[in-house]
């Protein structure tokens, strides 16, 4: 049974809300609304307006790729409808497909912008390192059928921290205005029968994590020596890195605010 929205009288000025996702993204184009091809952006921004009986639009946090997940999206809009947080959550979620949830809704200051208050970023990437390709987690983990050492990895992965410049790690058609990002930390560990990698920085370009993953197996496996990281990131070229990785196993899984804003969580560990 639908869930329905009792009419309540319009609000005096705009309110700002901010919503926090979950999804698949296996059967999406990715976040951004594009024509003729599904995407969360559309299927959020439908059933807003369903709730809203007005147009809704959102900026999100993240604009994740084709493919790619979230256990933790945040994104904001601003309406004039009143409606209470619980209609936003529980009502949206009745017109969402089953693979896109809101996790929770709350009012916001009018100076918080999901993308742009957003202090740092968060993304986890799940990887199945065995012979046979995933059936049960198919979407939901990377695969390579090369044996990986997690030494070579762990010995890799400080080159990637701080500041530089990671043009080798930046598709064609990432948009960013510089290359220069600030990474906090980047690890490795076994998860679950999965290698379970974390990445923390200020902002991340377009496939930048994907490509990295790419140069992680060839270290991973042997292909590559554990200094190649170190190497491609001086190089600043992205012909000399590896082939990008697949975005199955990749989750925006957190967005860092000031804490003034009050968000209501930061960060979903997206174990499976």
């Known amino acids: ?161 701080g500041t530089h410049d990671f043009t080798s790690f930046r598709a064609a058609e990432c948009q960013a205005k510089s290359p220069i990002k600030t990474i906090h930390s980047a690890t490795v560990a076994a998860h679950n029968h999965v290698l379970r990698f974390d990445f923390h920085a200020d902002a991340f370009l377009h496939h930048m994590i994907r490509n990295i993953m790419g140069a992680l197996v060839y270290i991973g496996s042997g292909r590559q020596s554990t200094d190649w990281l170190r190497t491609l990131v001086s190089q600043r070229d992205r012909k000399l890195a590896a082939p990008t990785f697949s975005p199955n196993g990749l989750y925006l899984a957190g967005i860092e605010y000031d804490p003034h804003f009050n968000i209501p969580e930061t960060f979903v560990d997206p174990c499976l």
Do not use: K
């Open 1 to 161: 049974m639908s869930e329905i929205v009792s009419p309540q009288p319009a609000a005096t000025a705009a309110q700002r809300w901010a919503l926090g996702l979950e999804y698949r993204g296996s059967a999406y184009c990715g976040w951004q609304r594009q024509a003729d091809q599904p995407s969360i952006q559309e299927a959020l921004e439908h059933a807003l307006s369903a709730i809203a009986t007005e147009p809704i639009s959102i900026i999100a946090a993240g604009r994740t790729d084709t493919g790619v997940h979230a256990s933790l999206q945040i994104v904001h809009f601003e309406t004039m409808v009143n409606r209470e947080a619980n209609a936003w959550m529980r009502g949206g979620n009745q017109f969402l497909p089953a693979d896109v949830s809101i996790r929770w809704a709350t009012p916001v200051d009018t100076q918080f912008h999901a993308r742009f208050s957003a202090r740092s970023r968060r993304y986890v990437y799940l990887l199945a390192s065995q012979p046979q390709r995933p059936g049960l987690n198919d979407g939901r983990v990377g695969w390579t059928h090369w044996p990986l050492e997690m030494s070579r990895i762990e010995c890799a992965l400080p080159s990637l921290w």
